[in-house]
């Protein structure tokens, strides 16, 4: 007779189903950072449709997706999936997985039991519309990615998965590299394949931004194996060996360059022309990489906010930046003379399809992608592993956690018999004479304009003194603190005296939206403030200031000192300040802008 639960690593007979499995599982009440959300814990297996497969995991891999789920944010997935009929309160997630097949629904028959298969994360309902007739299901209205949406992913002993998902196990990997590389793999595929014209070609090049990461790390093997010309970017030289080791041409290291961010305000002459000289700086070390002056026909995006004024800039004329996600931020900004003129195009892209996530599995069994797994974990050490991503202290590649499998290195079923070899791409040499290219078509910005240098430093308009608070300080205290200062904002120090945050008038408002006073009353500056506390120093120059405050959409920053590694606030420098100092008008003291509350 069946049992009702099977320890973990011991193997239920071949298709045999136990009523009960382990599971790792978020549940509302702990949302929080990894290690404090997700718990152990013995669940029922869930019934299968008849269009569904239940399989048996061997290996999970590893994705931000879950960390995000047991945030609780930006989506409550539990509250979510209640909402829309589905009774449980918790939730089992896991976006990849190898495994063995031990039940079919009746409508199955792509895979049978005892399969060896690794599952793709897109779900739809196989009645939508847009996923009939051979539409992409990408456009659904009911694509859910599976164990992040849906639940039931691959942290428990057996997964609930849609039949299209499964896809044949490359037989020369181990159940945890298996598990490692589709959801990533199948997303830089849709990217760098799924986009018609765009579609990547033999010999374009293409500008692979986090190279060594999750993503990167596929996006320059499947630009290789399509006979393209990847160049990635890294944050740090040591990284540069492991992207040319999957075939990267060479890297950028982006730590040289500083003009990151959103684009200044195209009538800030002097700052747009500032972030001219850095985005050309970077289109030359492309140049340099290759050796000689081609821009790339792709850009592979995902950090978005503080790169895609550059993506859009380094793109070659027809070019397109694709993007999947926006790490960095939301806020895009793109020169519009840019995008018509020279007729680029900003993707946008999700997961995949069957079609795609079968073009990575192939290159994969061909052994033309590796799935750069870098770290595997053991069962009990799913929330350490989500922990590292949270904290962006994993390493480079993707990481697999055992499930089924009792050891690492099992599973390998065949060795990898043809593997093609991916040739290194051999370039001409030769130094670029030129500047890097300029828009044909005339722009105001243009040339090499002087001008008028503007000596004025902060000190000499500065507000000195800060209104504070403390992290614990309940924010209808700091909305009193507001008003009766008549200022628009707050630092929070914390106790070693380094700026923490800052609250905003903003901030405080949207604290009220949709919450009673009960609910505010309960909240604590730290939970409002916004973290990334805009600075400048004293000896800064107000035009640049000034650059920094029109492209993040601020009339005001904070200027601190640095002391030992902290920020230590000093004083307030604003838009009125500037118009002060621009007309000899003496500072406005009068007003409580700058004494401090503590
Ligand atoms: N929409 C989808 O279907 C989909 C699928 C998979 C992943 N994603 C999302 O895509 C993003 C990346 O995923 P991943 O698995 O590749 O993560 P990852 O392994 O953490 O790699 C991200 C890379 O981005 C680079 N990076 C970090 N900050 C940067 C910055 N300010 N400017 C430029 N590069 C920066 C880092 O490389 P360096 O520090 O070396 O530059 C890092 O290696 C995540 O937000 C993920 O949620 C979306």
Known sequence: MAKELYALGEHPPLGEVPAKMHAWLVREDRFGEPLQAWKQEVVDVPAIAEDEVLVYVMAAGVNYNNVWAGLGVPVNVIAARNKAGEPEPFHIGGSDASGIVYKVGKAVTNVKVGDEVVVHCGTWDRDDPQ?????????????????????????????RVQDHQCLPKPRHLTWEAASAYMLVGATAYRMLHGWDEHAIQKDDVVLIWGGAGGLGSMAIQIARAQGAI?????????????????????????????HWG?????????????????????????????????????????????????SIFVTETGGMVVICA????????????????????????????????????????????????????????????HQLMFANQHPHGNMAILVGAKELGTGISAPLSAREEVSA?????????????????????????????????????LHAGVITCTP???????????????????????????????????????????????????????????????TCRLDDSVTDVVTLMTSKGVHRLVVADERNGRKVPIGVVSMTDVIRGMIGAPSDSSKCLCRDAN
């Open 326 to 385: 926006g790490t960095t931020g939301y806020n895009a900004t793109v020169d519009l003379r840019y995008l018509w003129m020279r007729q680029k195009r900003l993707q946008g892209s999700h997961f995949a399809n069957d079609v795609q996530a079968k073009g990575v599995n192939d290159l994969v069994i061909e052994g033309k992608v590796d799935p750069c797994l870098s770290r595997t974990f053991t069962y009990e050490g799913l929330p350490e592993a």
């Open 131 to 159: 996923a009939q007739d051979g539409k992409d299901p990408m456009y659904a209205n009911s694509f859910r990615i599976w164990g992040y949406e849906t639940n039931y992913g691959s942290f428990a002993q057996f997964t």
């Open 425 to 461: 791409v051999k370039l001409p040499i030769h130094t670029p004479e030129e500047f890097y290219a300029q828009p044909r078509v005339a722009l105001s910005y243009e040339g090499t304009a002087a001008f008028a240098k503007d000596a004025t430093k902060v000190r000499d308009i």
């Open 230 to 258: 990847p160049i990635a970017v890294v944050s740090s030289d040591d990284k540069i060996d492991y992207v040319k080791s999957l075939g990267a041409v060479g890297a950028i290291n982006r730590s040289r360059f500083t």
């Open 262 to 310: 959103m684009l200044p305000h195209w009538k800030d002459q002097v700052g747009y022309a500032k972030w001219l000289k850095g985005v050309r700086e970077f289109g030359k070390a492309i140049w340099d990489v290759l050796g000689e002056k081609k821009n790339p026909k792709l850009v592979f995006e995902h950090p978005g906010e503080s790169t895609i004024p550059t």
């Open 472 to 534: 614990a300080m309940p924010v209808d205290e700091v909305a009193r603190l507001l008003v009766d200062y008549g200022i628009h904002a707050v630092v929070v120090l914390g106790s070693d005296g380094g700026a923490e945050g800052v609250v905003s008038q903003t901030d405080v408002v949207l604290a009220r939206q949709g919450r009673t006073k009960e609910q505010i009353a309960g909240m604590t500056a730290a939970s409002i403030m916004s973290p990334s506390l805009l």
